[in-house]
């Protein structure tokens, strides 16, 4: 008897178990949201849930405000939900504050008031500043998480609706700078460039910046008020009709007393015809500016060419390709080789002609890392992977370096915004015909070059013309 009794109890437990696993009755898991979809039913309620498919095929209205599943056979059952409120968060919104403002007490001891749009705005600025999408702050964990840990009630900030506060902002700066120019008593500078997008997104662009001393403070002021597509052809015609329409959107017809640019011939033909469209102060004697950190850059790049020069350059970017751009292997080798030798591993600048200063910061990168790079290149050599470096080019390098960095420096004083550079152009222009000078004396890099005397001469001639013109 007993024993039938025990085979009976054995045999019921089983079939208690199996019932279980088969049909889930006193599982412990619920069902998870798999997908939320989008719905057509009455936008007044559903503004306030998500239709979500859950991980068991059934379909669920999740709260938005308190993540709570419902039914969603009735609409009674979720405006309920909602409007008496069965929802937690409403009922703790409602408990704190019925009225607009919700306060409490900040940092400081102050009382602080949450305001929706204000948060939204600073959302707005914040994704301006730091060129963050418009989708930073659209999504449901970001949500969720503000409002379980800072504030109940935030809301959802869509990227639509980010994109538009950030246009509204953008909007009132705008008009800000507009209604200052026209209150101002004062000349405004402008300082303008046109250039290519990098990494071959298609199109160029120009931009104006405006430069002026405020007349309270005299505090010197600089705002970017154009950066507009520029499409070609980038003739003086074009330039002239882009400059004219910044001129009349932000009321400075009359007010502008200079213009710089680069020395292109468009540019030149867009200011004479500037000239006569608004007869500038003081004849127009200053009105077209030439930039001189570009003629610095003209200097260079005219004393970059001497061919000596130029094969030493070219021999050192091979040097940095085999190392760099051979293959990811080489420079994976190269890496590791410097951290066990505890040297640093820098990526190597590449010299661009229309990139200020380049080759210098290309040869500035390499020297910091010269015993590293030279006895990879060699490793590479002896396996006849690429041609040697010679080793003297090292010690020509090296002096090229010393005379790039004087005209790198009066670049960086010369592109100062912030401080009047025009006092300080000539004290420059010094300096650099001081070094040069010294360089064709004494010889120098010219020498171990062989063409001793050519390259001041002809970047002499090259500063004086331009300077001139």
């Known amino acids: 008897m007993l024993i039938s009794t025990c085979l009976f109890l054995w045999i019921l437990s089983t079939y208690i178990l199996i019932f279980t696993a088969t049909t889930g009755v006193g599982s412990t898991s619920a069902p998870t949201i798999r997908e939320i979809i989008s719905t057509n039913r009455n936008p007044q309620i559903w503004k306030d849930f998500n239709l979500c498919i859950m991980t068991d095929n059934s379909q669920k209205a999740q709260c938005k405000h308190c993540f709570h599943f419902l039914s969603v056979g009735s609409n009674t059952t979720l405006r309920n939900h909602i409007e008496h409120p069965h929802c937690e968060a409403k009922k703790a919104q409602k408990n704190q504050n019925s ?31 730091r060129a963050l999408p418009f989708n930073h702050f659209d999504h449901e964990q970001t949500t969720r998480v503000f409002q379980n840990t800072m504030q109940p009630r935030y809301t959802h900030v869509s990227r639509s609706t980010l994109k538009r ?91 502008v007393m200079s213009i710089t ?64 751009k051979s293959s990811a292997r080489t420079r994976q080798r190269y890496v590791k080789i410097c951290k066990d030798a505890e040297k640093p591993c820098l990526r190597p600048n590449w010299d661009v002609p229309t990139r200020w200063n380049s080759t210098y910061h290309m040869f500035l990168s390499g020297l910091k890392q010269q015993n590293t790079l030279a006895y990879f290149h060699d490793v590479l050599a002896n396996k006849n992977r690429c041609n040697h470096f010679p080793t003297e080019n090292w010690v020509i390098i090296q002096s090229l370096t010393q005379l790039l960095e004087v005209f790198n420096t009066a670049t960086e004083i010369l592109s100062g915004v912030y401080y009047p550079t025009s006092p300080l152009v000539l004290q420059q222009i010094f300096f650099m015909s001081t070094v040069l000078s010294e360089y064709e004396l004494e010889g120098g890099i010219l020498s171990i070059c062989s063409v001793r005397g050519f390259l001041p001469k002809s970047t002499i001639q090259v500063l004086q013309q331009t300077l001139s013109s």
């Open 99 to 129: 009225e607009a403002g919700q306060t409490s007490m900040a940092r400081d001891g102050s009382v602080f008031m949450y305001d929706p749009d204000y948060l939204r705005e600073q959302f707005a600025g914040l994704v301006i500043q």
């Open 165 to 255: 506060d950030a246009m509204k902002l953008w909007l009132a700066a705008k008009q800000e700078i507009i209604d200052s120019f026209g209150n101002i008593n004062a000349c405004v500078n402008l300082t303008t460039d046109v250039w290519s997008a990098p990494h071959g997104v298609p199109g160029s662009y120009m931009c104006v910046t405006a430069h002026w001393i405020e007349p309270g403070t005299w505090q010197m002021m600089k705002r970017v008020i154009s950066f507009e597509e520029f499409p070609s052809p980038h003739t003086g015609g074009a330039l002239f009709k882009m400059l004219t329409k910044v001129l009349t959107n932000f009321n400075l017809e009359d007010k």
């Open 261 to 324: 640019l680069d020395n292109a011939s468009n540019n030149t033909s867009a200011m004479d015809k500037l000239k006569l469209k608004y007869e500038p102060p003081m004849g127009g004697r200053f009105y077209h500016s030439r930039c001189v950190a570009h003629i610095i850059n003209l200097v260079v790049q005219a004393g970059l060419e001497v061919p000596a020069i130029d094969a030493i350059r070219e021999s050192f970017k091979t040097m940095l390709k085999d190392i760099f």
